[in-house]
């Protein structure tokens, strides 16, 4: 049931989770794409 779960968990971690040592920033903001391509990605 934890395996099931990962996927979506490391999802809302990596691209909405605000953190404090990137200025309240989700992790994915570091990579530096443009947000078209952000998008893109985001799925």
Known sequence: ERAQHLP???H???WHR???S???KP???VLGLPE???MRLHT
Do not use: A
Request: aromatic share 12%; net charge negative; hydrophobic share 30%.
């Open 8 to 10: 979506r968990w490391l």
């Open 27 to 29: 992790p994915i903001s």
């Open 12 to 14: 809302d971690y990596n």
């Open 36 to 38: 078209d391509n952000l």
């Open 22 to 24: 990137l200025d309240h």
């Open 18 to 20: 605000q953190h404090g």
